[in-house]
Nanobody, 121 residues
Framework: QVQLVESGGGLVQPGGSLRLSCAAS???????????MSWYRQAPGKERELVAAVTGGRTNYADSAEGRFTISRDNAKNTVYLQMNRLKPEDTAVYYCKAGRVVGGTTYIAWGQGTQVTVSS
C-alpha cells in the first residue's frame, strides 16, 4: 500500500517561498514513476482543490498557481516537490499530496496526511 508523507510547510510572510516535499513508499507491486502525482490544498471552510499535477513529463497547474508554483518529481527518490514562490495570504491552506494510477480499469489513489502552509505577516 502506497504511503505518502508531506513536509516543508510552515509560516511564511507574503512574497516569501516554501518548498513542499512528498516522500512516497510502499510500492510492492508498482513503481513511483507509474503514478500521477499531484498537490491539492484545502483552506478552512473551502473544498479541497487541485494546485498542480505531474504525469510523466507533463505538468498542469491551477490558475492560482500558474507562474508562481512549480511541481517536480524525482523518481529515483520517490519524491514529488512543490516549489511555491511569491506566496500570498490566500495560499494559506493544508497542502496534500496525492498519488494515483489506473490499472486495468481500477483506480488506485493514496493521500498524504497534509502539511500546513500559513502566509501571514
Amino acid at each position: 500500500q502506497v504511503q505518502l508523507v508531506e513536509s516543508g510547510g510552515g509560516l511564511v510572510q507574503p512574497g516569501g517561498s516554501l518548498r513542499l516535499s512528498c516522500a512516497a513508499s510502499g510500492f510492492a507491486f508498482s513503481t513511483f514513476s507509474s503514478y500521477a502525482m499531484s498537490w491539492y490544498r484545502q483552506a478552512p471552510g473551502k473544498e479541497r482543490e487541485l494546485v498542480a499535477a505531474v504525469t510523466g513529463g507533463r505538468t498542469n497547474y491551477a490558475d492560482s498557481a500558474e507562474g508562481r508554483f512549480t511541481i517536480s518529481r524525482d523518481n529515483a527518490k520517490n519524491t514529488v516537490y512543490l516549489q511555491m514562490n511569491r506566496l500570498k495570504p490566500e495560499d494559506t491552506a493544508v497542502y496534500y499530496c496525492k498519488a494515483g494510477r489506473v490499472v486495468g480499469g481500477t483506480t488506485y489513489i493514496a493521500w498524504g496526511q497534509g502539511t500546513q502552509v500559513t502566509v501571514s505577516s
